[in-house]
């Protein structure tokens, strides 16, 4: 059994850990308020699921999810995640997180500002640009026609091959890009951001995709 360890229990969180523990993983969940403010999504969730502080999900999951709003992001445990996979699930809204020089000139992204967070932590971008509601609501078996597809961005293959599998196995087509710093092709105000793609118009959607300063 593999355990998830969830840095955020949010509307992302939450949906990716009922997808889990549906798909037999077993998750342990954690905010920033505590762990009994997480009793009742614990006790829907069920026996494969408990609740504990970001040290402790961090340090229990074989691999994480990381889905606190990016303001947060000094408070991701970092020795926790050494050596393990991290699914980053984050974009950047200002009006939410404030301004972030880096993420303004587009001299990094996202996903980057956590790897850099993480030194010794493979992250991968994933589940950022579908909504909550749409994880478990819209997944469909392998070889459905029309199946929407996510992406999956990160340096490593076996990584990004890693959490493809996890993708098709929750009820998506999985489309790869790399490297991680190409994760701005899948941030907001994208063609690939929130829109319903199948593998083939999401590939066209990310190939289209413009930094902001061009749009």
Request: glycine fraction near 8%.
């Amino acid at each position: 059994m593999t355990t998830i360890g969830f840095i955020g229990s949010g509307h992302i969180g939450s949906q990716l850990a009922r997808l889990a523990v549906a798909h037999g993983y077993d998750v342990v969940m954690s905010n920033s308020r505590g762990p009994e403010t997480l009793a009742d999504l614990v006790a829907e969730l069920g026996p494969h699921a408990r609740a504990a502080t970001p040290s402790e999900a961090a340090a229990a999951g074989d691999f994480a999810v990381v889905t606190t709003p990016l303001a947060a992001i000094d408070t991701v445990p970092v020795a926790p995640l050494a050596g393990k996979l991290v699914i980053d699930t984050n974009n950047y809204y200002p009006q939410r997180d404030g301004q972030i020089a880096e993420l303004d000139n587009e001299s990094t992204t996202v996903s980057e500002l956590l790897q850099r967070h993480l030194p010794t932590s493979k992250v991968i971008k994933a589940f950022n640009h579908i909504q909550a509601a749409a994880l478990t609501t819209e997944g469909q078996a392998a070889g459905t026609p029309g199946r929407r597809a996510l992406a999956v961005v990160g340096d490593e293959s076996e990584a990004r091959t890693t959490f493809a599998k996890l993708i098709d196995s929750f009820g998506f087509d999985a489309v790869e890009v790399s490297p991680l710093s190409e994760g701005w092709r899948i941030q907001r105000d994208t063609p690939g951001y929130v829109t319903r793609h199948t593998t083939e118009t999401l590939r066209t959607a990310l190939a289209k995709a413009k930094r902001y300063r061009d749009m």
